[in-house]
């Protein structure tokens, strides 16, 4: 099994919804933190949400209110749930995982660097 293996990814139109799953080995789930980033053509990667390994989470700007981040134990998966969705939510979507230095939170997970990802799942929002 690979460490990290996206899915759910898909085309729909604006203000459709999506989810989308990261199967994660368990080595990967027992990281105190989880993400989703997204990356754009011609843009930089972003965080979209993250959460600990106790459930918290913090969400971008962008997206809060509209997405929410899962992480679900008892089949070491991470969910993105993605509603109202926007064509600028157009994106490469992957998930990500790290036990940062410093677990003080979630927004030790928004700060830290990623040591490892999947392969990615693309989601197209159509106008």
């Known amino acids: 099994q690979a460490p990290l293996m996206e899915s759910g990814g898909g085309s729909v139109q604006t203000g459709g919804s999506l989810k989308l799953s990261c199967a994660a080995s368990?080595?990967?789930?027992?990281?105190?933190?989880m993400a989703w980033f997204r990356q754009a053509p011609g843009k930089e990667r972003e965080g979209v949400a993250h959460?600990?390994?106790?459930?918290?989470?913090t969400y971008a700007d962008s997206v809060k209110g509209r997405f929410t981040i899962i992480r679900h134990s008892a089949n070491n998966t991470l969910y993105l749930e993605m509603n109202g969705l926007k064509p600028e939510d157009t994106a490469v979507y992957y998930c990500?995982?790290?036990?940062?230095?410093?677990?003080?939170?979630?927004?030790?997970?928004?700060?830290?660097?990623?040591?490892?990802w999947g392969q990615g799942t693309q989601v197209t929002v159509s106008s």
């Open positions: 959460i600990t390994d106790g459930g918290m989470t």
């Open positions: 990500a995982a790290v036990t940062p230095l410093r677990t003080y939170g979630p927004l030790a997970c928004r700060a830290t660097r990623y040591e490892a």
């Open positions: 368990a080595v990967m789930f027992s990281r105190y933190c």
